[in-house]
């Protein structure tokens, strides 16, 4: 059976008094780094009332998918979500696509565009175009928003800052498609490959459309090239109310992870930012059985190499959280997606910190929350596949398994 169903068939369903709330600090692993005293941001930032949490509950890691495996965003919180991140791959065109309130199709194909830097050959030398705003962003859509391909009509829908929805519909399409965005500054982008024969005439028309956006792009501006990345169609996911009885909300500022929760069946409580989250949460608190709360900014300083960018954002937070602390949720775990060190300036496959509180916890001892302290947590190092379990369990929400 498979773990999301196993969890569904011991799931009580009844019980609406005991809240779960999941803080998810986005990229909030680190690494060492030898000019801040061989410590993570983690590490270097001050984080009093985390500590404090630590001191009143357990402390473990999580591997996002498997050891040694860097995750993309979809899969980090898929597994969080108690689904296996393997046979539960979502393409981060749905996602993006669902963030920004477009439910596609299922004959659709996605892909989440980024609009880049390219030097006179053609070479990425940003691949985010400066971190455009967003209203540049739909600027430079306009110059591409009539581009006609025969046999597959073309959406584009502008999402935040450098980024969009590339969306194809016709008849016949196919999604396993290999992404044109290298990864890197220093390369040209790839011309869409399909990995498999029923892909083809789909690949074709994505490098028709690229082409032509490409020509119309030639200029000045940060934003004179694109890459396209997470080719794919909407699976078929089931839903939290559906495997685990929850009412769920997700507090998200960023679109893709609003897709995210929306795929699993969460509602989304629109926020601008995390004050926004944090007095929405206590406006909603007695709505819904299970709360979402993604911050993003630590992954983004990570991406940008930004140390002590992210040591900032990690306080702030610390600092912020004396609303959601003082409404007492029943569970409240604290980790991250997957891991993204400055050093790296990407994400990692660096087991994430966890930090889980409740009654029913096992006080194991843990003083601060740190790498290192949760690293020899009494919670060990667990798939994150395997926390929703933990979650439920602590909310006294799973029957006994066998006679």
């Known amino acids: 059976m498979e773990l999301h169903r196993f969890y569904s068939s011991l799931a009580i369903r009844t019980d609406r008094t005991r809240k779960i709330v999941v803080l998810l600090i986005d990229g909030l692993g680190g690494l060492s780094h030898e000019d801040y005293g061989y410590k993570t941001e983690l590490e270097y930032a001050n984080h009093p009332n985390l500590d404090r949490l630590a ?48 439910v596609p199709d299922p004959a659709d194909v996605l892909a989440r565009g980024n609009f880049c830097t390219v030097d006179d050959t053609g070479v990425i030398i940003d691949r985010r175009a400066g971190r455009i705003s967003t209203q540049t962003c739909e600027e430079r859509l306009s110059l591409l928003r009539d581009i006609r391909v ?25 999604g396993n498609i290999g992404n ?35 020509h119309r792009l ?8 694109l890459v396209l990345r997470g080719f ?18 997700a507090l998200a500022v960023y679109p893709m992870y609003k897709g995210l929760a929306r795929i699993v069946g969460m509602d989304i409580l629109n926020c601008n930012d995390l004050s926004d989250q944090l007095r929405t949460l206590d406006t909603y608190w007695n709505d819904y059985d299970y709360f979402f709360i993604h911050y993003k900014y630590t992954d983004s300083c990570g991406e940008d190499g930004e140390f002590l960018s992210k040591v900032r954002h990690i306080e702030t937070l610390d600092s912020s959280i004396d609303s959601l602390l003082s409404l007492e949720p029943a569970v409240l775990a604290v980790t991250g997606d997957h ?10 496959w660096h087991p994430v910190p966890l930090l889980l509180v409740s009654p029913t916890c096992r006080r194991d001892g843990s003083t601060a929350f740190t790498e290192s302290v949760c690293a020899r947590g009494g919670l060990g190092t667990l798939e994150s ?18 006679a």
């Open 55 to 102: 001191s009143h509950g357990a402390t473990g890691m999580l591997t996002p998918v498997l050891p040694g495996v860097t995750p993309g965003s979809g899969p980090a919180h898929i597994a969080l979500f108690g689904l296996d991140p393997i046979s539960f791959n979502i393409g981060r065109g749905v996602l993006e696509a669902l963030g920004i309130g477009i």
């Open 339 to 348: 891991s993204t060190p400055a050093a790296l300036k990407s994400h990692s």
């Open 150 to 174: 025969p046999e597959c009509e073309i959406e584009l829908h502008v999402v935040r800052d450098h980024r969009f929805v590339l969306r194809l519909k016709g008849s016949d399409l196919d």
């Open 232 to 249: 794919s169609m909407l699976p078929d996911i089931p839903s939290f109310d559906e495997l685990y009885g929850l009412r769920s909300a």
């Open 218 to 225: 030639k200029g000045p501006s940060a934003a004179n090239g």
């Open 385 to 402: 596949k395997y926390l929703m379990g933990l979650l439920l369990a602590h909310a006294l929400r799973l029957e006994k398994y066998g």
């Open 180 to 214: 044109t965005d290298p990864g890197t500054v220093g390369a040209k982008p790839r011309a869409a490959a399909a990995l498999d024969q029923r892909a083809e005439a789909t690949a074709g028309f994505i490098n028709a459309f690229v082409d032509q956006a490409l």
